[in-house]
């Protein structure tokens, strides 16, 4: 079952080691990850995806809150949130296949951010699926290189 956590952490160097040595020594792969400082310049917010039992994620948690460097954990995984992830994709194109390729990329809300005489580049900021979606359908074409930053995630206030 797909995890997420929400972590805050002191910012300074080895955390990110600590937390992901962590997972590597419990056998726990992270399928996605993404780090950032928050508006105090001594705190980052971490989101971390994983797929887990029920049980061995509650291991992951305390393990996770006994890191003297975790400030907090949070447990976005059965929450109501806002999911995205960004992802910029490289397509090889030649003149003719241009139009129907921004066609394609405008449907799914994707940017032109490059544009060559035989390459694109795109951004796209939506969810994974959609993400993987819009990957799939550029198959038939000659995908030179994809970037994904790794699933963003917070809690919705109701």
Do not use: W
Not at 37 to 57: G, H, K, M, Q, Y
Not at 125 to 146: G, M, P, Q, R, W
């Amino acid at each position: 079952m797909l995890k997420i956590l929400a972590l805050n952490v002191k910012n300074h160097s080895g955390v990110l080691a600590k937390i992901s040595g962590m997972f590597s020594g419990k056998g726990y792969n992270l399928e996605s990850l993404a780090v950032g400082v928050t508006p105090d310049p001594n705190t980052s917010r971490i989101t971390l995806v994983c797929r887990s039992s029920n049980a061995e994620f509650e291991q992951v948690k305390k393990q996770l809150n006994k890191l003297i460097d975790v400030i907090k954990v949070r447990d976005l995984s059965k929450k109501e949130t806002v999911k995205k992830e960004l992802a910029f994709i490289k397509i090889q194109a030649n003149h003719n296949e241009k139009g129907k390729i921004i066609s394609i990329a405008e449907a799914f809300g994707a940017v032109i951010q490059d544009i060559s005489i035989n390459t694109m580049i795109f951004e796209i900021t939506a969810s994974t699926d959609k993400i993987d979606h819009f990957i799939d359908l550029f198959n038939e074409y000659c995908i030179l290189e994809v970037a994904r930053s790794g699933l963003v995630a917070m809690e919705v206030s109701r």
